[in-house]
C-alpha cells in the first residue's frame, strides 16, 4: 500500500466517523420531529382539545404502523390511550 | 323602500338567533331571485330543518326542484359523517395490514359519536358547497342554524387551515432532515459495504405513507384556505343578519355583527321581522307598539351603518310558495340585480 492509498484510507475513515455521528444526529432530529406530528394528530386521544381530531381521524391508517414505536419511545410501555389498544 | 343590494353576490349566508324568521326569510330571498330568472340553490345547515315545512313539501340531503330555477337541500350531518368515516376505512384496507384493521375500524366508530363530529362533517359540506354551487346556480343561499353554531361554522376554516398548515410544516421539517440522511447514507455506499437493500424496501414504503400523509394534509389546506377566501371576499359572500324589534334577538345580534366584523365575514345589512304593521291595532297592541319604537331606535342606532329592511308583522303564518312569494318582495328588489 502506497503513502497515497493510506492517506485516502484514512481520509475514509475519518469521513465515516463523522458522518455516523452526523447521521445519528440527524436521524434523532427526525424522530423527534415525527414524535411532535404524532402528538398532534392524536392529541384527543390524549385528552387535550383538539379542533381537528375528526379530520386527523383520516390520517389515522397513514400512521399507525409507527404508533407502536411512538407510545415505546414517549417510555410508556403499553398504549396510553384506552380506546386505542396496541400492546 | 330600503332592500338588500345583493348584487353579484353568488353565496348568502342568513343567520340571527332561533326563532326570528331565518328560514322564511331565505327562502323569500330565493323565490324573489328565481322569480327574476337566476339559479337559486337553496341550503339548510339548521340539524332541525324547517325548509321542508316552509315550503310544503319535502327536501332531503340531495338538490331537489322546488320551483323553476330554485333547488333545496337539507342537509344531514350524520350521512356526511358515514360518508366520510366509509372513506377513511377504504383508506384503511389500502394501508394497513389486515391484522390491524379492527383496531383502527373500532377507532372509527368512536369517532361516530364524537362531539364535534357533526360540526365538522357539516363544515366539510357547507364548504364544498360555496366552492361547486356558483358553478351551477347563481346564487347559493345558506339558511343557518342559530348564531353561536354558525359563527363557529364561519370561523372553523381559519382555524383548521392554522392547524393542517402547522403539520405540513412538521412534515417538512421531517422531510428535509430525511433527505439529509440519505444523502449520507448514498455517500456511505458509495464506499462499498452494502446491506442497503433492507433498507430500501423499508424505505420506500415509508415514502409512500408519507407522500400520502403529506398529500391529505395538503388536500385539506386546499379546501380550508379556499373556502375562507370565498368567505371574506366581499365581491362572493354577504351574511344577512335577521332579528326582531325584541330585546335578546337585538343583543345577540349585535354581538353576532361585532363577531362578524372580527371574522372579516362581509355583512349585506339587517331584516327586521315582525314589525307591527301600520294599521289601527288596538289599545293592547298600541303600548306593544310604543316599545317596538325604542327597539326600533336601538336597531337604527347599532347597525347604522348598514341597510336595514322592516318586514312587518303578517296577518297569517308564511307556508307554502305563495305566501313567501309575498315576504319577497319585501327584501329584494329584482332591479337591483345585477
Known amino acids: 500500500m502506497g503513502w497515497r492509498d493510506r492517506l485516502e484510507r484514512v481520509g475514509e475513515l475519518v469521513r465515516e466517523f463523522y458522518d455516523v455521528r452526523h447521521r445519528g444526529a440527524l436521524k434523532r432530529e427526525r424522530r423527534d420531529e415525527d ?53 | 323602500m330600503t332592500t338588500l343590494d345583493l348584487s353579484g353576490r353568488s353565496i348568502l349566508f342568513v343567520g340571527g338567533k332561533g326563532g326570528v324568521g331565518k328560514s322564511t326569510t331565505a327562502g323569500a330571498l330565493a323565490v324573489s331571485m328565481a322569480d327574476a330568472g337566476e339559479r337559486v340553490l337553496l341550503v339548510s345547515t339548521d340539524p332541525a330543518h324547517s325548509l321542508a315545512d316552509l315550503f310544503d313539501t ?15 337541500l337539507e342537509i344531514d350531518p350524520q350521512a356526511e359523517v358515514e360518508s366520510y368515516l366509509s372513506r377513511v376505512k377504504a383508506t384503511m384496507r389500502q394501508y394497513v395490514r389486515p391484522a390491524m384493521y379492527s383496531e383502527i375500524e373500532r377507532q372509527i366508530e368512536l369517532t361516530r359519536h364524537s362531539p364535534g363530529a357533526e360540526e365538522a362533517a357539516l363544515m366539510d359540506r357547507v364548504t364544498a358547497l360555496m366552492d361547486e354551487g356558483p358553478k351551477r346556480h347563481d346564487r347559493v343561499i345558506f339558511d343557518t342554524a342559530p348564531t353561536g353554531h354558525t359563527l363557529r361554522l364561519l370561523a372553523l376554516p381559519e382555524i383548521m387551515a392554522a392547524w393542517t398548515e402547522g403539520l405540513l410544516r412538521s412534515r ?21 459495504h452494502d446491506m442497503s437493500w433492507f433498507d430500501e424496501i423499508e424505505e420506500e414504503r415509508g415514502d409512500e405513507r408519507t407522500r ?80 317596538e319604537a325604542e327597539y326600533l331606535a336601538r336597531v337604527d342606532r347599532s347597525f347604522a351603518k348598514l341597510p336595514r329592511v322592516r318586514v312587518p308583522m303578517l296577518s297569517s303564518d308564511v307556508v307554502g310558495i305563495e305566501a313567501i312569494r309575498g315576504v319577497g318582495g319585501y327584501l329584494f328588489d329584482p332591479g337591483t340585480k345585477s
Open chain 2, 172 to 192: 417538512d421539517r421531517s422531510d428535509s432532515l430525511g433527505k439529509a440522511v440519505s444523502r449520507l447514507q448514498r455517500h456511505k455506499e458509495s464506499r462499498g
Open chain 1, 35 to 87: 414524535d411532535l406530528f404524532m402528538l398532534l394528530v392524536f392529541s384527543e386521544m390524549m385528552g387535550i382539545e383538539n379542533p381537528a381530531s375528526y379530520y386527523t381521524l383520516e390520517l389515522l391508517p397513514l400512521l399507525y404502523e409507527g404508533f407502536h414505536e411512538w407510545h415505546i419511545r414517549m417510555g410508556m410501555d403499553h398504549s396510553p390511550l384506552e380506546n386505542f389498544r396496541c400492546c
Open chain 2, 58 to 72: 319535502s327536501i332531503g340531503d340531495t338538490e331537489k326542484e322546488i320551483l323553476p330555477g330554485l333547488h333545496a
Open chain 2, 212 to 291: 400520502k400523509i403529506r398529500e391529505v394534509l395538503m388536500e385539506r389546506r386546499r379546501r380550508f384556505s379556499r373556502a375562507r377566501r370565498l368567505l371574506l371576499d366581499p365581491e362572493v359572500t354577504a351574511f344577512v343578519l335577521v332579528l326582531i324589534p325584541e330585546k335578546l334577538p337585538i343583543l345577540e345580534s349585535e354581538k353576532t355583527l361585532d363577531v362578524l366584523r372580527k371574522h372579516k365575514v362581509p355583512v349585506a345589512g339587517v331584516i327586521v321581522n315582525r314589525v307591527l304593521p301600520d294599521v289601527p291595532l288596538g289599545d293592547f297592541l298600541e303600548s306593544r307598539r310604543a316599545q
